[in-house]
């Protein structure tokens, strides 16, 4: 069952937009492994999220300083920041060592992490259908990974801390649900900005006319998944959508492949099929969920 205003309608759209989201991230992570090879972490965070602002400019301003100043629960704003900007540079910093569909598969722990907390600091039911698909999920993950001591690198650890932060971001964006999408956006984008303009004059590399413009699109493409994701996890409860963040290891296969000449092994392939196939079954269980209770509603 859903938690309580939460109609099957709602759940749906959480779930396209998470979807939507990923994807756009799928494109912004290939974009940013491009770009790592020449720049540190922290001038793709600078230039991405000063990019990013600029975009989000006419919102902001639209918004009015009084939907920050009165967004709810500040301490958990404050820390929404916080993950996120660790969460990017961890994977940004695994992805300079690292082919692009290991990093992203090592990111598809985090529903674990999320469906494990969702009932002791979200409140939300986790049926035992949930529970089985998300671990099959997870076994996909171990079977794409073929997981041993040569594979675990510091690049890998980094991943999995990235991963996990990246989980308790989306457990605080949906404690904040009744926050402004603009102010989660802007917020996330301002943390990256500031993390950038700390470490980036460390190691500072003059930008091209080409780079610059790529860093740019880095930015737009991080705003609309920041935004879609956002959305979707305040429009449904997060065991409910997050298990769709296994949609990205598709993406990183074909991207890899496309851009970067990455060929999955067999084993890579396997666990991608079982990963999408629990998403897949996920969704089927929320239809068939919902034609339920519209049944239920007939007079």
């Not at 939507?20 to 491009?34: E, M, R, S, Y």
């Not at 996120?84 to 674990?112: K, R, S």
């Not at 990974?145 to 932060?165: C, D, H, R």
Request: glycine share 8%; hydrophobic share 60%; aromatic share 14%.
């Amino acid at each position: 069952m859903n938690s309580p205003g939460v109609t099957q309608d709602r759940v749906a759209a959480g779930i396209g937009l998470m979807l939507t989201g990923i994807f756009f991230f799928a494109l912004n992570d290939a974009l940013g492994k491009w770009l790592i090879a020449t720049y540190s972490v922290g001038q793709l965070l600078l230039v991405r999220s000063a990019a990013g602002l600029l975009f989000l400019a006419p919102f902001i301003k639209r918004e009015g300083w009084t939907a920050f100043a009165t967004a709810p629960r500040p301490a958990l704003q404050i820390l929404r920041p916080l993950f996120a900007t660790f969460e990017v540079a961890c994977f940004y910093w695994a992805l300079a060592y690292m082919p692009l569909a290991d990093v992203m598969t090592f990111y598809l722990a985090g529903p674990i992490y999320v469906t494990a907390v969702s009932p002791l600091l979200l409140g939300e039911h986790v049926g035992w259908r949930q529970w089985f698909a998300v671990a099959a999920g997870f076994a996909g993950v171990m079977i794409a990974l073929n997981p041993s001591a040569q594979s675990l690198t510091p690049a890998a650890w980094v991943a999995i801390a990235g991963s996990f932060s990246f989980s308790i971001l989306m457990v605080c964006t949906r404690l904040v649900r009744g926050t402004s999408d603009i102010v989660l956006v802007t917020t996330q984008t301002a943390g990256a900005l500031v993390f950038g303009a700390v470490v980036a004059p460390f190691n500072w590399v003059a930008l091209n006319w080409r780079d610059t413009a790529l860093l740019v699109l880095l930015g737009v493409t991080a705003m609309i998944a920041h935004t879609c994701i956002n959305r979707a996890l305040k429009l449904a409860p997060a065991s409910k959508v997050v298990p769709y963040q296994y949609s990205t290891i598709f993406w990183a296969i074909i991207l890899g492949y496309v851009f970067f000449n990455d060929v999955p092994s067999w084993g890579m392939l396997l666990g991608a099929g079982i990963i999408i196939a629990a998403g897949i079954y996920i969704f089927i269980h929320e239809q068939a969920v919902a034609k339920t209770v519209a049944a239920e509603d007939l007079p």
